[in-house]
């Protein structure tokens, strides 16, 4: 312990008193913590609801989705709470998310705690004095460092075991078969490059083929669907997954929004559009598909076409027309991590056969009253196709679009209105708001740039913009990545829950 580390939580401690309160002790208490343990605000999460459990902080989960769990969690209570008493709910966080250690502390008193194979161990027990004396072994087990250690070896030893893999089956097909199959043997496990971020998020999650298609709805107009859609797609993409849009939306303002238009781009070209693939039995998903790349984000889109303003009698007289997208996807389930499919706000068929097609709905809502209302409305809708379905449909959650930031007592208001409008049903009550660290911000330069034709992390080549412009997108984008990784965590949760 250095005599400045020393003072340094010297003053942290200073910062509240016994009749403090919870909050107070993450401000003042945890957040400064985390700081002198290396971390920055972009690691953490605070209030993640996780199969019901709400987590005061989940830390290292959002560094790298190569980790199907998080590292560390911290439940805070307030300084006049024992937390001997609390020990039990911190063991339960830390067996639902997974997490690798736990940190439970009151301001006054800290618990290390350590989960191997849900058997939760306590490590270490301070108070503020002993935490003083012995920060530097408190820094070793909880600092970013380790974290970072923590996960390369991981991620070496999983390409150890891969490569160990590979060896077995190369030495079986060559003893079985004369293929000449053959995998150098010279590589060994020092040869091993340190992997890019991109391919550190390699696919982890639908390892077995299988993508999750998520209609991103809300019958609500207006409410942000779209953007959302575009720009959570790029960030999938940036974390490394392979990702599939479908517009099936007559307005087509996600296929021009990504610079598709659909009479040039689509129809003078001969090509095929949404509306034959959903009434064309001899069309194919592959004959729609168009291919965009911007530097290094690139996404596969469906593009729609305002022909399908004039289908509906078609659509409806067309056979088992709403298992129609479902069925026609069941081919590409292997090729894509993410579909992410982009419906009309209303409850026509394109909505119909937008949700019987997907494993989960993310609903985007505004914090304002409309757009909140219509929440009961949209999940109404899903739980009625849910009925008729095979596999259940999950809502993987609510996301909030266009957050004014400076209103944070509306926030709040319309926050409590989300949570009672999601505590209503039996079906919704684990449904999640996500966390604000998610929420997207209303920026004008969001609104820009669907006529720019590009997703907003593209917006740093545009030379037509400001540094200005350029920062306010980057501030978007970073909002729409730690969306895509709450994203990812919450259906790997899904996923996990469903067996
Ligand atoms: N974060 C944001 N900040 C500022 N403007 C935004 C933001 N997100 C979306 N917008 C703008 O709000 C308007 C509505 O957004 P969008 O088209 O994505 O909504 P939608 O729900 O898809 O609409 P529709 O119901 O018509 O399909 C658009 O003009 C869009 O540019
Ligand atoms: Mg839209």
């Known amino acids: 312990m250095t005599a400045d580390s020393s003072s340094t939580l010297q003053d942290i401690f200073k910062a509240i008193t016994p009749n403090s309160n919870e909050s107070d002790v993450e401000k003042k208490i945890v957040i400064p913590l985390l700081l002198t343990l290396g971390y920055t605000h972009a690691d953490w999460q605070s209030q993640v609801v996780i199969l019901q459990s709400k987590l005061d902080f989940l830390v290292g989960q959002s560094d790298s989705v190569l980790l199907t769990t ?22 339960n966080y830390m067996r639902r998310a997974g997490a690798v250690l736990g940190l439970l502390t009151n301001g006054y008193d800290f618990r290390i705690l350590y989960n191997y194979e849900e058997k939760i161990t306590q490590i270490v027990e301070y108070s503020r004095t002993t935490l003083i004396n012995q920060y530097k072994i408190f820094h070793k087990i909880l600092s970013k460092k ?4 923590y996960t390369a070896t991981l991620y070496k030893n999983q390409q150890q075991i891969r490569l ?13 078969s004369t293929l000449g199959f053959s995998i150098n043997s010279h590589t060994s496990a020092n040869q091993i490059q340190q992997p890019s971020e991109k391919e550190m998020l390699l696919p982890e999650t639908h390892k077995e083929g299988k993508s999750m298609i998520i209609t991103v709805f809300n019958n609500k ?44 781009d689509v129809e003078q070209q001969g090509k095929k559009d949404i509306s034959h693939l959903l009434t064309d039995p001899r069309t194919s998903v592959e004959d729609t598909l168009i291919h965009k790349q911007w530097d290094d984000v690139e996404l596969d889109i469906v593009p729609s076409h305002i022909r399908l303003c004039d289908m509906e009698a078609t ?30 706000p209303s409850f026509g068929k394109a909505n119909t056969i937008s949700l019987m097609a997907s494993s989960g709905v993310l609903i985007p809502t505004q914090l304002a009253h409309y757009p909140i209302r219509a929440l009961e409305y949209v999940m109404n809708r899903a739980i009625a196709v849910d009925q008729y379905r095979d596999e259940p449909l999950p809502i993987l959650g609510v996301a909030v679009s266009m957050y004014n930031r400076a209103a944070t007592k509306v926030a709040q208001s319309m926050t409590n209105e989300i949570f009672n409008i ?16 998610t929420w997207i911000p209303n920026l004008s330069i969001v609104a820009s740039t669907p006529n720019k034709g590009y997703p907003i992390c593209f917006a740093e080549f545009d030379n037509e913009l ?7 997108a980057q501030d978007a984008f970073d909002c729409y990545m730690k969306l895509a990784k709450h994203l990812i965590l919450v259906t790997q949760v899904k996923e996990q829950a469903n067996g």
């Open 70 to 91: 998080p590292y560390l969690i911290i439940e805070v209570k307030a300084p006049n709470k024992n937390i001997a008493h609390s020990v039990w709910q911190i063991n």
């Open 146 to 149: 380790t974290y970072l250690h």
């Open 221 to 264: 107009g207006g409410v942000g669907k779209t953007t959302t859609t575009i720009n959570l797609a790029a960030a999938l993409n940036k974390l490394g997954k392979r990702v599939l849009l479908i517009d099936i939306d007559a307005q087509a303002n996600l296929t021009t929004g990504l610079g598709i238009d659909p009479l040039e």
């Open 422 to 437: 999601l505590s209503k049903k039996p079906e919704t009550q684990n449904v999640d708001l996500f966390p604000q660290n």
């Open 164 to 176: 160990h893999f590979l060896k077995l089956i190369s030495q079986t097909v060559q003893q079985e």
């Open 315 to 344: 659509l409806i007289n067309t056979p088992d027309i709403d298992r129609i997208l479902a069925r026609k996807l069941k081919k590409y389930r292997h090729k894509y991590d993410y579909v992410l499919i982009d419906p009309p």
């Open 466 to 472: 400001s540094s200005k412009d350029k920062e306010a």
